[in-house]
């Protein structure tokens, strides 16, 4: 900009001088007085010019800041049909219908790296009426490992830290479900990985919150440790891990009766992918749960397997799964099983369909779910 003004004083020097050999009448005075005048608008002009430049640099600056900052998630619509249902469900507070269309989960993620070996994350549900937290938490990288603090996923079973965003069948396995639920915890984790060891998890956690600060209620934590192997260098071929979980839990069985129970969980877990678009999963769980105000503590176990087949060249995911989960090992004849099967086409990356038909029982239940889901 200062060149621009410049060249226009010179201009206008260059055409004074002309004036005044042409009429002969200006005077030295009166051209030396016009350039002091063009000085002094050059000077106002240098200084507007610096101080846009400052504000330039402090909006980089602010600009910088953000840049690591991203914001995605994803939609999930769905339309249900479950036969242990009512037709007409007459709770129309909490209850649902044989036949729904309903969001299954609206998800807001937001993630950031303000500095090098740093990255917070603040994820959020708001299918329901109220906004839900699912994750906020911060992880700190430290050498071939790195921390991770506030609210997030359990790392002990691979189902519970799969993303519903890629998971082929409606809803996770009931052992997942009944043992973990919400997959989520609060407390602080580590985690060590490095190409071709295996990967260790460590974890101490809450276990027990509030139902409305979702603070610990007590000083009884629970703690973990899982070890995942991969079967080859790379990890192409799979893995295998198994892990720990113990602690103890605090369940309100009404009447007054807040009684603590144990959280005691084996876990052990397979992937296989042999061959290109084929991919096998099973983990299975054996541990300890809540129970009843007369019997806290009771022995749980629960499995699944999961086989799934893309199509080669094709946007079409075959997938079967069957899961069990016995609530309560000294009581005969309650296991839930549920066995599914569904396609999913996928018909662009940020777009997929899910059509899984879903055979129950305990309770028993045929369940079909088409689901859409939009990810951005």
Same mark, same amino acid.
């Given at each position: ?6 060249? &226009? ?16 009448? =200006? =005077? ?7 350039? &002091? ?14 101080? $846009?430049?400052?504000?330039?640099? &402090?909006?980089?600056? *602010?600009?910088?800041?953000?840049? !690591? ?8 619509? /769905? ?6 249902? !009512? ?7 909490? +209850? /649902? ?16 790296? !303000? ?24 992880? $700190? ?13 359990? !790392? ?18 009931? *052992? ?53 192997? #991969? ?31 144990? /959280? ?17 999963? +099973? ?28 199509? #080669? ?18 009581? &005969? +004849? ?43």
């Amino acid at each position: 900009m200062r060149w621009v003004v410049a060249l &226009a004083l010179s201009t206008l020097v260059a055409f004074g001088n002309f004036g005044a050999a042409q009429s002969g009448g =200006s =005077s030295v005075e009166a051209l030396q007085a016009e350039i &002091a005048r063009l000085k002094e608008q050059l000077a106002k002009l240098e200084a507007q010019l610096a101080e $846009l430049q400052k504000q330039q640099k &402090a909006t980089e600056k *602010v600009t910088r800041r953000f840049e !690591p900052i991203t914001v995605q998630g994803y939609v999930q619509m /769905r339309y249900e049909r479950d036969s242990s249902r !009512p037709t007409d469900e007459n709770n129309l507070t909490t +209850g /649902r219908a044989k036949e729904n269309f309903r969001l299954r989960r609206v998800r807001f993620d937001v993630r950031g790296t !303000p500095i090098k070996g740093v990255l917070y994350r603040l994820q959020v549900d708001a299918s329901e009426t109220n906004v839900a937290l699912r994750d906020a938490y911060l992880e $700190l990288r430290s050498g071939e490992g790195f921390f991770t603090f506030g609210h997030f996923k359990v !790392p002990l079973l691979e189902e519970v830290l799969e993303s519903s965003a890629v998971r082929w069948t409606p809803e996770r396995a009931r *052992v997942s479900t009944a043992l973990f639920p919400g997959e989520r915890d609060r407390g602080i984790a580590y985690t060590w990985r490095k190409q071709g060891l295996p990967e260790i998890n460590l974890g101490l956690l809450s276990g027990t919150r509030t139902t409305q600060t979702q603070d610990g209620l007590t000083t009884r934590k629970s703690w973990l440790v899982r070890l995942v192997q #991969p079967l080859d260098k790379e990890g192409k071929l799979g893995r295998v891990w198994v892990g720990r979980m113990d602690g103890v839990g605090r369940r309100d069985f009404g009447g007054g009766q807040i009684l603590n129970f144990d /959280r005691e969980r084996t876990v052990v877990g397979l992937l296989l992918t042999p061959v290109s678009g084929l991919t096998i999963r +099973g983990e299975w769980v054996d541990g300890k749960d809540a129970g009843t105000a007369t019997n806290p503590t009771v022995k749980v176990r629960g499995w699944y397997a999961l086989l799934g087949y893309k199509l #080669p060249n094709q946007p079409i995911t075959l997938y079967a799964k069957h899961d069990q989960y016995d609530p309560n090992r000294d009581v &005969a +004849g309650n296991t839930f099983k549920r066995n599914a099967l569904g396609i999913q086409y996928d018909l662009n990356k940020a777009t997929r369909l899910n059509l899984t038909w879903e055979k129950q029982d305990n309770p028993n239940a045929t369940i079909w779910t088409f689901q859409t889901q939009v990810r951005y």
